[in-house]
């Protein structure tokens, strides 16, 4: 079976995505040149890490309304979308997601008075989404311990946008320098196990008024479920088609599965006793000067 030709941009295996896969440089460039507001948002996450479900409680909590966004996230994507015109046409607050490493963020969001909220999960579940991920797209056919081999567990390249240890120390470092309060930093877990709190925290962080029963609404509507739901029945995925480069052993039609599980730690279906503990080893090593409290369970 062929395998997609590897890009590499910026030390970083580049996914699929038409602009990137056009010429990386370019949009990589461009969304660091974005001319910003003052209030935009930009929700930044390393792949599988729950973006889909922030996403959608940040449009809720801006709009006010417990209404879904007919359009999934993937319209806001930066490094994906057709042309990022779409974003300067956007009613203020802007609402923008990406993967990219906190280096190639817009110079100016944080400058001029915007926001970035980068949402952190544990990484054991972050392969675990992402094998499956890749897998229900023909991206690739290879074991769950080949790919924590090969792609996922040693600080490598081989993953989309680098890896897992180098996009959250990134972030970790930029977050102690932050002087203008610009980045919140919420983990998938607290959100799991406390969203009406950790709700609640953002919504003081974007500024917004929110009752506490529409923030008890917006979390229901939140749930994995609802959300599971509303993919299938409310949203428009018609841009999926526009954005995604597939490449001859992809399927066009596979649609990924965003909403999969949705639970913390599947990792212990995945992982043998030996990976589990090849694993912590490398994770200490990488992770020994970071403070981040990442929950595995
Ligand atoms: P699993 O594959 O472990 O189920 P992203 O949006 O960054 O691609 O992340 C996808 C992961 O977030 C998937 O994890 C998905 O199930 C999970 N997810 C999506 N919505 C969720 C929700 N409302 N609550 C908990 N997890 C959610």
Known sequence: MDKPKPLVFDGMNMPPLRPLRENAE?????????????????LATYSKSGTHWIWEVVCMLIKGTTEYTKETKEFFFLEAIPD??????????????????????????????????HVIRNPKDVAVSLYHHLVD?????????????????????????????????EFEQAAENDKHGAIFTMFYESM???PIDETKRLAKFLNVEASDKLIEDIV??????????????????????????????????????????????????????????????????????????????
């Open 137 to 169: 797209f023909g991206a690739m056919n290879i074991s769950f311990n080949q790919f924590m081999e090969t792609m996922f567990m040693i600080p490598n390249p081989a993953c989309a946008m680098g890896s897992w240890y180098d996009y959250v120390k």
């Open 192 to 194: 799991k196990k406390n």
């Open 220 to 297: 229901e509507k939140c749930s994995f479920e609802n959300l599971k739901n509303a993919d299938k029945t409310i949203k428009d995925q018609s841009i999926m088609k526009k954005i995604i480069d597939f490449a001859p052993n992809m399927d066009e039609n596979a649609k990924p599965n965003m909403y999969r599980k949705g639970v913390i730690g599947d990792w212990k279906n995945h992982f043998t006793v030996a990976l589990n503990e090849q694993f912590d080893k490398i994770y200490a090593d990488e992770m020994k000067n970071s403070k981040l409290p990442i929950q595995f369970e």
């Open 26 to 42: 370019k949009r990589f460039t461009e969304i660091r040149d974005l001319e910003c507001m003052k209030d935009d948002i930009i």
């Open 84 to 117: 990022l015109d779409v974003v300067h046409n956007l009613p203020s607050p802007r609402p923008m997601n990406t993967h990219l490493p906190y280096r190639w963020l817009p110079k100016q969001l944080t400058e001029k008075g915007g926001k970035i909220i």
